[in-house]
């Protein structure tokens, strides 16, 4: 399949066709408020206010399924970002990346680039640690490893790379300005 083939929930509950997204270069996060990585929104807000004008798109599915982190509603997670980060990329209704409720997509995209893990030094392991025993829970339906992971599109739809949490960012931004 390919990604436009997949459509989504809009906060409103409307569904959204990742078809309206083709021709543009996509990154795709599933997020939450309350994590050690949620200070990212400002970092990715600023890519899109950089580049969206050159047909970028950041795509956010805010989810609840690591350690209770993005306990809100859909609109509370909304106000949240926008406020706190400025957000103003796309922000869908909350969705699972993991087990058998796993959104379809992130199951394909994790599932063409599957995790491979944190990266070395003590706090990258550490989280490995907390992840895995969160992550129990989904056995062999476990497609993301925590908050934050990123899958990077290009505008023909082909997955490109997959960033953890734990990725510097300015390495994320060099990849998507590489596409762009």
């Known amino acids: 399949m390919s990604i436009y083939d997949y459509s989504t929930i809009a906060r409103d509950g409307s569904e959204v066709s990742l078809r309206d997204y083709a021709g543009k270069v996509l990154l795709v996060v599933n997020t939450a408020t309350g ?12 890519m899109y206010a950089k580049y969206r004008d050159q047909s970028f798109e950041i795509l ?3 989810c609840n ?3 209770d982190q993005a306990p809100g509603t859909d609109d509370e997670i909304h106000e ?3 406020l706190k980060f400025g957000t103003e990329f796309p922000q869908f209704a909350k969705i699972d990346v993991n087990g058998e409720t796993a959104h379809p997509l992130f199951v394909e995209l994790a599932t063409e680039k599957p995790f491979e893990g944190f990266g070395g030094g003590l706090k990258n392991k550490a989280l490995e640690t907390f992840a895995k025993q969160n992550n129990k ?7 993301i490893g925590w908050n934050f992971t990123k899958f990077l599109i290009d505008r023909e739809g082909n997955l490109v790379a997959r960033f953890e949490p734990t990725v ?3 390495d994320v931004e060099a990849a998507v300005a590489q596409l762009l």
């Open 35 to 46: 994590c050690g990585f949620t200070p990212q929104y400002e970092q990715l807000e600023a």
């Open 60 to 62: 956010d599915f805010p």
């Open 65 to 67: 399924q690591f350690a």
């Open 80 to 82: 949240f970002c926008t």
């Open 137 to 143: 829970k989904f056995g062999d339906a476990c497609y």
């Open 168 to 170: 510097d960012m300015a």
